[in-house]
Structures are given as C-alpha cells and as structure tokens.
C-alpha cells in the first residue's frame, strides 16, 4: 500500500492517501492477512495455468532455452492479441510471431493501442541487439527470492492475460533495470555506503549527486513501516506536489483503468481509519503509533561480504545449478500433462530452493540499506515494524505496536 503525505499534516488536516485494495479472508495475530489471492501461484485456474505455460514457453525461448511445444496450445507462432497460440511452422525466429503481427498491420506501429510507453518498440531492439544469455541472466537476476512463477504471472495479470503483451512488458522491464537504470549492478550493489563515499568526491557532478541522493533519504521523503489492515507493508510518501488530488484526475488518464481504480483519496482520519487500524497510523497523520521516521546512516563494515568473491562466486555457481534444473522442469511440466502435479511440486521445492539460496546470497551481492540497519529486513525475515538485528527476543514484546513476526508474501512485492 502506498500513502502520500502532503507535508507533515495535523489530525484533522486534509491528506490524499493512495492504496491497493485486495480481499481478505484470514486474520493473523490480530492482522487481516490475504489468502492466496486468484491468478497467484497455488490458485490458479485452467485457463491460468495455461497462459503461465505459454508464457513460459516463448520466455525460454527468447532466452534460447528450447522448451517443448505443446501441441494444443504452443507452435512457433503467438497470435497478438489473443493469449492462444496459433501453429505457422513457415518461420522458426524468435522474434518471428512479433515480426508477423507488424506485417498484418501494414508495417506500422504495433497494434496494441495500450503501448503507451513504446515497451513494443523498446522489444524489437532487445531482441534484435541483446544476446539471448544476458536477458536470461537479467531474468533471473530479477527473480531473486521471488517464486518465478510469481513474477510471470505479475506481467500476465497486468496484461489481462494476453500472452503476447505479457512478453513484451516483461522484456522491456528487464531491458529498462539492465541497461537503462542498472538496479542490480549499481543501485543494488553500490546502495548507500557509495553514496557518501561520493559525496566527498573532487568531481563536482558526483558530489551533487550523491549529497541530492542523501538529502532525500535523512529528510525522509519516502519510507517503508508497518501494515494495513490487510496485511500489507505500507510506503509512506511526502510529495511537494500542491492540489494532488486535482493533478490526479490528470493523472489517471494516462493509467490503465484497473490500476486507476486502485487508487482512492480520503481526506482526515476516520477515513483513512477505513484501511489502516488508528493504533498502526503513525502521529504525523493523527494515529497512535509512535514512529518517527530516522535515517541511520551506513555504518563501516556493513558491506564487508560484498569483497568476498570466493564464497559469492560458490553461492552464484550453485544458484545457477538450481536455475537450471527448474528450466528443465519447466519444460517436463509444459511438455507432461500426465505428470504436471508432481511436476508442479517439484518446481515448486526448486522454487523455495532459489528463494532460501538467494537470502544467502544476499550480502554479497547488495549493500546494505536503511531498512537492515533498522532491522526491517533480516536475512529474509522481513519485520514491517523494525526491530534491530541484534535485539534481545522477547516473545511477549511487540515492537512499536507492530504485529508479530509474519512472513514475506509474494504479493508484499506485487
């Protein structure tokens, strides 16, 4: 969920506040937690599971991993548009099925008029420039402790389901956080402790940037604490912007309607009582919870695993052995409609596999952040009140009113 904040408001002042509703049916400690919600792995309809199958199948493909077709669903060709697939054996490229949707409408731009952002054309050149092994790499990099199936079926929902437009916007995603903003080899790798390094750097450019960088994270312009009422981990946002919600009704013009939808403004605190219990709305905004926010600088020493590429090399080498064998079981379990349940659960124990390895590998590949210093983030346990590290564990404690410890869902990164 995310909540902008105009500025510091008192109680009964005026806020926009903007979320993401999802239904509910089981409480936790106290918590609405969401069940597994539809179109999420583990609740799936036919239907589903066969989209998230296609997909699959033209995602190893672009990667140059040769999955198995399946007969009744998957040739050579993926009609745009449509989410099926149409057999057309005449061409075997992989950028084939992309090429004949440009031709069938005279050469011109793509005919999803929902490309509003170029992701189309932004494809074409990926596929025509990167080598198939890099975006396999961007793939699973991004997947991290993710379940892959999870992060399929995220760009299948946002395309309602059409396999074609589900490919693109994934592809286009990776290219943007490879070559456009390097989220795994800058941002995630250099993080804060760069930061200030640079900030005493001669070049005049680098020092702006790093001392702009860190105003904003000490004046706390954003900042991730607590849950909602479902659940959710919630992202506190203090814009600048003047009159938000009259800019939004500009705004929401460019959005897809779903995602527009999502989006609601309430204006004092019984309404935002609506979504966020008072006891978990921190003072600023009239709640009862204590926090306040405080930027923990980088501490020396804190990236130290980062230098030891002995054991991160070990960690990427069997991490790439697990990536593997899943892409292997993939292809049994798109190929195998007799055997797609035992498939199913073994896809999903090489799933957990990559997500417990991955915390592994964690510190030596991403420097360490405000949310580890703060105990947000704790080797894979992810406490949304904070709590740090090395804190005596008092099981009847709570820390600042929060709930207890609860587990990381796939949907806290939807």
């Not at 069940?35 to 672009?62: D, F, H, K, M």
């Not at 740090?388 to 990381?408: I, M, R, Y």
Request: proline letters at 6%; a negative charge; hydrophobic letters at 30%.
């Amino acid at each position: 969920s995310i909540y902008l904040c105009e500025g510091q408001p008192k109680p009964k002042d005026q806020y926009p506040v903007l979320f993401t509703p999802q239904p509910t049916e089981t409480s936790y400690g106290g918590i609405m937690v969401a069940s597994i919600l539809p179109g999420r792995p583990g609740n799936l309809t036919a239907e589903q599971e066969a989209r998230l199958q296609e997909l699959w199948t033209v995602t190893l493909r672009v990667f140059g991993v040769q999955a198995p077709d399946r007969p009744e669903d998957v040739e050579d060709q993926l009609q745009p548009g449509s989410g099926t697939a149409t057999p057309d054996k005449k061409s075997k490229k992989k950028n084939s099925m992309f090429r004949r949707h440009k031709e069938d409408n005279g050469g011109g731009a793509s005919a999803d008029q929902n490309d509003k952002y170029g992701q189309g054309k932004d494809f074409q050149q990926v596929l025509a420039t990167q080598d198939p092994e890099k975006l396999r790499n961007a793939f699973w990099s991004m997947v991290k402790h993710d379940h892959p199936d999870g992060l399929l079926l995220r760009f299948l929902r946002a395309r309602k389901w059409d396999v074609h437009n589900a490919l693109v916007m994934l592809i286009a995603t990776m290219n943007w956080r490879m070559k456009e903003q390097q989220v795994d080899d800058d941002i995630m790798k250099n993080g804060e402790g760069q930061a200030v390094a640079d900030s005493s750097s001669s070049k005049a450019a680098v020092k702006r940037e790093a001392e702009d960088f860190l105003a904003q994270l000490r004046l706390g312009k954003s900042f991730l604490h607590g849950t909602d009422r479902e659940g959710r981990p919630m992202c506190f946002v203090r814009p600048t912007l003047k009159f938000l919600a009259g800019v939004w009704n500009i705004i929401k013009g460019w959005l897809d309607p779903v995602v527009a939808s999502k989006v609601h403004f309430t204006k004092n605190l019984e309404e935002l009582e609506r979504f966020v219990d008072k006891s978990h709305i921190v003072k600023e905004l009239g709640g009862d919870d204590p926090y306040e926010y405080h930027y923990v600088e980088p501490k020396a020493g804190e990236d130290e695993k980062m230098s030891d590429e002995s054991t991160r090399q070990q960690l990427v080498d069997e991490r790439a052995r697990i990536v593997k064998e899943y892409e292997k079981i993939t292809q049994e379990w798109i190929g195998d409609s007799q055997n797609r349940a035992r498939l199913q659960e073994r896809r999903n124990d090489l799933a957990e596999r990559l997500r417990s390895g991955y915390w592994q590998l964690d510190p030596y590949v991403r420097a360490r952040s405000l949310y580890d210093r703060v105990g947000l983030i704790q080797g894979g346990v992810i406490q949304y009140y904070g709590e740090p590290p090395n804190a005596p564990k008092d099981p009847a404690a709570v820390p600042q009113n929060g709930p207890p410890f609860t587990e990381h869902r796939a949907d806290d990164v939807d």
